[in-house]
T-cell receptor, first 114, second 114 residues
Framework: EAQVTQNPRYLITVTGKKLTVTCSQN?????MSWYRQDPGLGLRQIYY???????DKGDVPEGYKVSRKEKRNFPLILESPSPNQTSLYFC?????????????FGSGTQLSVL | QKEVEQNSGPLSVPEGAIASLNCTYS??????FFWYRQYSGKSPELIMF????GDKEDGRFTAQLNKASQYVSLLIRDSQPSDSATYLC??????????????FGKGTSLLVTP
């Protein structure tokens, strides 16, 4: 089944403890992206990747890191999480960033930073 | 920032009625338009996309695009309580760094009452 897989689904952590949220897609998509979603603010892009070893900042990149060493994987790293990073996170992918490409989302990760 | 605007709602319609969801966008260069449905705590799910002016129908859903007025809408016929969700409008806009970036509105909450 074609899908974007995120793990974990729920995560509770404490301020300053490094964490990684994994994202994997099995559709051979070139484009991958991370979003956070907060009430009243909608979906905001954190980072995106056009292809392997090509990543760039989105609208809200502060406090996050990403890497794209393989086409299928695009992990999101929080080196020193803070409470303002408590949010619902989504990984998404599309075949490319062409105008007619559809973006597919993972199931989400609800992160709480205490 | 290229704007995508939606009324946050909630939009309340009785079961069996037509729900009309609207979206306006600021960039005349926008190329393609997507509607996602998102249930609370779940990931966005693509339900419709449209590239050309006019109407596009898929089952109970009709997307309408008017590029001159910079307006895209989603009609849901014979609304069901299971249609109660937040509907996100997304617009692909050319970005020299990221190709056709996908900009999301903040969503309209739809409530279908039995």
């Amino acid at each position: 089944e074609a899908q974007v897989t995120q793990n974990p689904r729920y995560l509770i952590t404490v301020t300053g403890k490094k964490l990684t949220v994994t994202c994997s897609q099995n559709m051979n998509h070139e484009y991958m992206s991370w979003y956070r979603q907060d009430p009243g603010l909608g979906l905001r892009q954190i980072y995106y990747s056009m292809n392997v070893e090509v990543t760039d900042k989105g609208d809200v990149p502060e406090g996050y890191k990403v890497s794209r060493k393989e086409k299928r994987n695009f992990p999101l790293i929080l080196e020193s999480p803070s409470p303002n990073q408590t949010s619902l996170y989504f990984c998404a992918s599309s075949l490319s960033s062409g105008f007619n490409e559809k973006l597919f989302f993972g199931s989400g990760t609800q992160l709480s930073v205490l | 920032q290229k704007e995508v605007e939606q009324n946050s709602g909630p939009l309340s319609v009785p079961e069996g009625a037509i729900a009309s969801l609207n979206c306006t966008y600021s960039d005349r260069g926008s190329q393609s338009f997507f509607w996602y449905r998102q249930y609370s705590g779940k990931s966005p799910e693509l339900i419709m996309f449209i590239y050309s002016n006019g109407d596009k129908e898929d089952g109970r859903f009709t997307a309408q695009l008017n590029k001159a007025s910079q307006y895209v809408s989603l009609l849901i016929r014979d609304s069901q309580p299971s249609d109660s969700a937040t509907y996100l409008c997304a617009v692909r806009i050319w970005n020299s760094n990221s190709g056709y970036a996908l900009n999301f509105g903040k969503g309209t909450s739809l409530l279908v009452t039995p």
